[in-house]
């Protein structure tokens, strides 16, 4: 199976030249191994060294919760970047809409390599479960793969985290994106989740991954529900902050 993958991969290559969607340095062992980001360009992107509070933005230093919200379901909220970066941008962009899937190579790079420089050493429990946001039925079937869960599925598995599906979508709402103010946002997506299976998350340190997180409500409410559930700790990590 994995050498029919691997010929696979090399005749996709052949047809459909893979380049770094910044500097469109080809593929290639040395310095651009996974072909859509270069390892120079990865390093140029800048990553945050702190957290934020998911209600008033305020920066965190060492995961201390905020003292004016230190009592939101969601305390901390982990974002490696800013979507205001414009190659971040293409790159979310180009995974969540054009569905180039092999995109999540890349981001889980960025989100791994803040998770281990700003929440792993701060961690008291280092082996925190790995969780995702789910989408809506009818949109997942028009995407055909949840970006968020792909993400934390490759996330889960390169740091040897447990990994679980925790919660699914109770009833249609707008999609938050085209909702513009705060207030609104919350009220949409208001009672819109449901733990699947309970006894996984008891008494657990969850990380709950998004690929972006504009105002915090969709994290926010999702972190609720795990929370009235019986998880212990609920973290907020995304990739990006728009
Ligand atoms: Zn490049
Ligand atoms: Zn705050």
């Known amino acids: 199976m994995k050498s029919f993958k691997k010929s696979t991969d090399f005749i996709l290559d ?53 003292q004016t919200h230190k009592n939101n379901p969601l305390k901390i909220l982990g974002a ?20 180039i899937e092999p995109l999540v190579d890349p981001l ?3 989100l791994k390599k803040y998770y281990l420089a700003v929440f792993e050493p701060e961690l ?8 995702f946001i789910p989408l809506y039925p009818a949109r997942y079937r028009w995407r055909g793969f949840n970006q968020s869960e792909v993400l934390a599925k490759k996330f889960a598995l390169d740091l040897n985290l447990e990994f679980y599906e925790t919660l699914k979508r109770k009833k249609f709402k707008k999609p938050q994106m085209e909702i513009k103010s705060y207030q609104a946002r919350f009220e949409n997506i208001k009672n819109s989740f ?15 991954i998004d ?3 504009t105002t915090g409500a969709t994290l926010i409410e999702a972190a609720k529900v795990l929370k009235q559930n019986g998880a212990k700790k609920v973290y907020g990590l995304v990739v990006a902050k728009g």
């Open 124 to 131: 008291t429990n280092k082996q925190p479960l790995v969780t």
């Open 194 to 208: 449901e733990i699947i299976k309970a006894n996984q998350i008891k008494n657990k340190d969850i990380i709950l």
């Open 80 to 99: 490696a970047t800013f979507y205001e970066n414009k190659l971040v941008k293409k790159i979310i962009w180009e995974y969540k809409y054009n569905f």
């Open 108 to 110: 889980n790079e960025i």
């Open 211 to 213: 690929d972006i997180s």
């Open 14 to 66: 052949l047809f459909f030249p893979v380049s770094c969607l910044n500097c469109n340095l080809a593929k290639n062992k040395l310095t651009n191994p996974q072909g859509y980001l270069c390892l120079n360009c990865f390093k140029k992107i800048e990553i945050n060294s702190w957290a934020f509070c998911p209600k008033c933005n305020k920066k965190l230093i060492n995961l201390q919760p905020c």
